[in-house]
């Protein structure tokens, strides 16, 4: 169903072209009755040589000029101010309109606004993501307040692209503390790929050590279909942190002996 502007609009248009007909019909008609009226009173019947005939159309041409000259100085008297008009953003104060249109226009924005923002989705959770934290507006009888409840402490963080991100810095780790630690392959196993560093981390079950858990969290954001879950992340990232820790005390250890190897020397010489 048409809406009643629309209504409005179509029916102002259809009256403005049948006006427009109407005009250019009675125009016509006036031409020939008045040029019809200045042959019969011409004594040769003709209009070869018709003084009165030949003031009908320059009359009559001299009007559709004019017209058309006031049509074209509107339509470029309103491209001209459309072309004056800034692009840019500007900021409408108080002043540049009048109070009451400045008014209605806070309204529309703030209602705008208000309907963008209740428009988003809330308590939306992707696989693989962090839950993020809901925002919820209250209204109050003076005011509107924003609320937010915070989420996870993973919120933002992609779980799949996190947990391959920490066998860069692994790989670094392992070359500080061994030199001759092989370059890391693209679809190497961690468990293998690591094992030399396998002795070094502090763990109360032999069978099972941080590497095999980190190893196994690798796989899934590797070659799994599905996105990892929040506790298989937590397990990996945990798993990632006891063998960045373990490598980090090998490595302060091997400092501190070089150290003392190097003053041991020094008092010696």
């Not at 259809?14 to 016509?28: E, M, N, R």
């Not at 309204?107 to 993020?132: A, K, N």
């Not at 963080?157 to 790989?171: G, W, Y």
Request: net charge neutral; glycine share 4%.
């Amino acid at each position: 169903m048409f809406s009643s502007k629309k209504l409005l609009r179509i029916l102002s248009n259809i009256t403005y072209f049948l006006l427009l007909i109407l005009i250019i019909i009675f125009a016509f008609l006036s031409a020939v009755a008045l040029l019809s009226q200045a042959v019969r009173h011409a004594p040769n019947r003709n209009l070869n040589g018709n003084i009165n005939a030949l003031v009908i159309g320059v009359s009559y041409a001299v009007v559709l000029g004019i017209s058309l000259l006031f049509c074209l100085n509107r339509r470029l008297a309103v491209r001209l101010r459309l072309q004056r008009i800034s692009k840019a953003y500007t900021i409408i104060r108080r002043g540049d309109v009048p109070h009451p249109v400045h008014e209605y226009m806070t309204q529309e924005y703030m209602r705008t606004c208000l309907i963008s923002y209740e428009s988003l989705p809330t308590d939306v959770f992707h696989p693989g993501w962090g839950r993020p934290g809901k925002q919820y507006l209250v209204f109050d009888a003076t005011q509107i307040r924003l609320c937010i409840s915070p989420g996870t402490k993973y919120e933002g963080i992609r779980f799949r692209r996190a947990l391959l991100d920490t066998i860069q810095v692994i790989d670094t780790l392992a070359h500080e503390v061994i030199p001759a630690h092989p370059s890391l392959k693209p679809h190497a196993r961690m468990l293998h790929h690591f094992r030399f560093i396998l002795p070094l981390l502090t763990t109360d079950d032999p069978e099972f050590t941080p590497l095999h858990y980190y190893d196994s969290a690798i796989q899934l954001a590797r070659n799994s279909s599905t996105e990892p879950t929040e506790e298989e992340f937590t397990l990996g990232m945990q798993a990632a942190d006891e063998i960045v820790k373990s490598l980090n005390d090998c490595r302060l250890e091997a400092l501190e002996s070089s150290i003392t190897d190097f003053e041991g020397s020094t008092a010696e010489s």
